[in-house]
């Protein structure tokens, strides 16, 4: 029966698409029009709403009613919102029926004394009551999953019973944990034991997998990751690559973690100083034009700050729906060459000071100050690169196309692959409303209504590799072995090549480690198949390839399997592996108490809950195990991490 199942294995990716599009179930969109928006868009179902019966915009009579749930009437695209409403006289069941106007007529009821509401003379206005939604165990998991690298059984415990806002406020007013200063505690804890100071990207790769797993400012790494994929630094380039570069990698990822909850003008001027982003993206040495000696500024770092840190490619809306000319009806861009060309005028003088260790500085001489037209606006000339760009970064967070470019960015590492453009439309006013506060834009991302509805289309996405290993190191309380820190890599037990690199032969995701500047995958990849037929995306899918999805289930199958203590005791343990504690389903499988293995186990990778056809597949790999062997634990656990249910975050 065991090996029956590894064939259920080896069509994981597939099943993970065509689950979805098999639970798929028609959107509706939400109100859009003004007070109505407002009343009705922004809540949790259920919610209670105070509906008063209005005639000629008079008040005749209000009910207190409960939304319940939200339908649609496929054939007529009216939305409806269904629920019972409550007077003294009479209890009514009552659906409504969306008006042009934006009010919401009843055409249905249980009791004919609502019918006079549905004449012509008559409408209703919504108006909502706050009923703030308080976590249970499912919706603590499931905010868990956006906003840490994987929940605790310890977190979400403490996290049941509070609403969205409370956790989020509190993740940030928690201190950041810097990399820079990790980074140099585990060289010094290695000079100290060889006598050399040496520089190591193993050092890099220690500190960051030691806060991902263990930091309490979860949220705030959780989202300088994210940032790490929009305004990407590689290692990858020849002018990072190397172990004396680590330090300066470090110091880069600080900044986003610095600015993880700041002001997203402050982090691009911070990106825009930093000598790792310079020689990324050659800006660094950028002289001005002379064309008599065809000398000509580099427009790498001009284009990309437009096209992939701020604007994106094309106008949009609030909603995220591209802006088309009236006349030829194809897309606006939302910059131009000449834009490009000007902009790496601006970008000229700045040169490395000190390496990656401390920020650029501009020489004057260097640096074109005559005037210049960036994005229909005028640069007067004769003004420091500094003043210059403090222009440009204004102009940029003010435009709608940033607010709509950074807040989808956000809201799909997080959240869903395919959001809700209302959603869209929310968070993005919220970062132009307070110009690009990014503790706001967080804020707004996790507290929505959209992230705790059930659609799978509208909350979900693929697990990326490195998050399906940070959230099955943090569900099973992983503990380095007692001598860590050790020089070489120990976050997965593998040498940094060998756990990073595709020729390793495990997976090729790791911070600061993309392919290019365009990110580990295109942001809008759709496979092909089920998700592309509909119109839906799949980022993350980009990296489930037919090699890499072998090497990340062998990946998960090792670590499952030999790196794990059945106590929670990792003394004597080697120094260089992440152990797995399974003491708390040791007793369980011992006893063979099946129910509650398997309950626990939901709880520990589910959100509390299993899919009847997962737990029919996990207990008869259960069933097929002798108990008297702990060992054959880990296969009950290599098929829940490697199931759909788990590599998809919903």
């Known amino acids: 029966?065991?090996?029956?199942?590894?064939?259920?294995?080896?069509?994981?990716?597939?099943?993970?698409?065509?689950?979805?599009?098999?639970?798929?179930?028609?959107?509706?969109?939400?109100?859009?029009?003004?007070?109505?928006?407002?009343?009705?868009?922004?809540?949790?179902?259920?919610?209670?709403?105070?509906?008063?019966?209005?005639?000629?915009?008079?008040?005749?009579?209000?009910?207190?009613?409960?939304?319940?749930?939200?339908?649609?009437?496929?054939?007529?695209?009216?939305?409806?919102?269904?629920?019972?409403?409550?007077?003294?006289?009479?209890?009514?069941?009552?659906?409504?029926?969306?008006?042009?106007?934006?009010?919401?007529?009843?055409?249905?009821?249980?009791?004919?004394?609502?019918?006079?509401?549905?004449?012509?003379?008559?409408?209703?206005?919504?108006?909502?009551?706050?009923?703030?939604?308080?976590?249970?165990?499912?919706?603590?998991?499931?905010?868990?999953?956006?906003?840490?690298?994987?929940?605790?059984?310890?977190?979400?415990?403490?996290?049941?019973?509070?609403?969205?806002?409370?956790?989020?406020?509190?993740?940030?007013?928690?201190?950041?944990s810097y990399h820079l200063e990790e980074y140099l505690r585990i060289q010094e804890i290695r000079a100290s034991e060889n006598g050399s100071s040496q520089e190591h990207r193993n050092y890099r790769s220690n500190a960051w997998w030691g806060i991902a797993l263990n930091s309490e400012d979860q949220l705030r790494q959780r989202v300088a990751f994210a940032l790490s994929q929009l305004v990407v630094v590689s290692q990858n380039d020849a002018g990072l690559s190397g172990d004396d570069r680590a330090k300066g990698l470090a110091i880069y990822y600080d900044i986003l973690v610095e600015h993880a909850f700041g002001n997203y003008k402050d982090l691009i001027r911070d990106v825009t100083y930093s000598p790792a982003m310079g020689r990324f993206l050659t800006m660094a040495g950028n002289l001005p034009p002379d064309p008599e000696n065809n000398q000509y500024p580099d427009e790498n770092y001009a284009r990309e700050l437009l096209q992939l840190f701020s604007l994106g490619e094309w106008k949009v809306n609030y909603k995220g729906v591209i802006r088309k000319d009236k006349e030829t009806q194809q897309p606006i861009p939302a910059y131009t060459e000449e834009d490009v060309l000007e902009l790496a005028r601006l970008f000229t003088g700045w040169d490395e000071d000190n390496g990656l260790l401390s920020p650029m500085v501009v020489t004057a001489s260097n640096h074109d100050s005559e005037p210049k037209r960036i994005l229909g606006r005028s640069f007067p000339g004769n003004e420091t690169a500094k003043e210059e760009l403090e222009r440009l970064l204004d102009i940029l967070v003010s435009r709608r196309e940033t607010a709509v470019f950074v807040s989808t960015h956000l809201i799909k590492q997080l959240v869903t692959s395919n959001p809700d453009k209302h959603y869209v439309e929310r968070v993005a006013r919220t970062f132009n409303q307070t110009q690009g506060d990014l503790a706001a834009v967080v804020t707004a991302i996790l507290t929505d209504p959209q992230p705790y509805e059930s659609n799978p289309i509208t909350v979900s996405k693929a697990r990326e590799p490195i998050i399906t290993m940070t959230a099955l190191y943090r569900a099973f309380g992983s503990q380095m072995g007692d001598s860590y820190p050790h020089h070489r890599d120990t976050s997965l037990g593998y040498g940094y090549d060998a756990q990073y690199s595709p020729e390793g032969h495990r997976f090729s995701q790791g911070p600061l480690s993309a392919p290019s500047v365009f990110n580990f995958f295109p942001a809008n990849f759709a496979p092909s198949g089920p998700l592309e037929d509909n119109g839906l995306i799949g980022p993350e899918f980009a990296l489930y390839t037919s090699a890499e999805i072998p090497h990340l289930s062998n990946l998960v199958f090792r670590k499952l399997k030999d790196d794990n203590t059945l106590t929670g005791d990792v003394a004597g343990l080697a120094d260089n592996r992440l152990f797995l504690d399974y003491s708390t389903f040791t007793g369980l499988w011992t006893t063979d108490d099946k129910a509650n293995f398997l309950a626990l186990l939901a709880d520990t990778l589910f959100d509390g809950s299993l899919s009847p056809q997962l737990e029919q597949r996990l207990g008869d790999v259960y069933d097929d195990m002798p108990k008297g062997n702990h060992d054959n634990m880990y296969k009950v656990f290599w098929m829940a991490a490697m199931s759909p249910e788990f590599q998809i975050q919903e």
């Open 1 to 176: 029966m065991f090996f029956k199942n590894l064939c259920f294995l080896k069509k994981a990716i597939v099943i993970l698409l065509s689950q979805i599009i098999a639970t798929y179930a028609y959107a509706v969109d939400l109100i859009d029009n003004g007070s109505v928006q407002k009343a009705v868009n922004y809540t949790y179902f259920p919610y209670t709403v105070e509906v008063t019966v209005l005639n000629s915009n008079t008040p005749v009579e209000t009910f207190e009613c409960q939304i319940t749930k939200r339908s649609h009437n496929r054939a007529a695209q009216w939305p409806y919102r269904i629920g019972q409403c409550v007077n003294t006289n009479s209890t009514e069941v009552v659906v409504g029926q969306l008006q042009t106007d934006g009010t919401i007529v009843p055409i249905k009821s249980k009791t004919d004394n609502v019918l006079w509401a549905a004449s012509s003379d008559y409408s209703l206005s919504f108006e909502r009551i706050d009923t703030p939604l308080v976590l249970d165990f499912h919706n603590a998991s499931r905010l868990l999953e956006r906003g840490t690298f994987g929940p605790t059984l310890t977190d979400i415990n403490a996290t049941v019973g509070l609403t969205p806002e409370q956790w989020v406020e509190a993740q940030l007013a928690i201190s950041p």
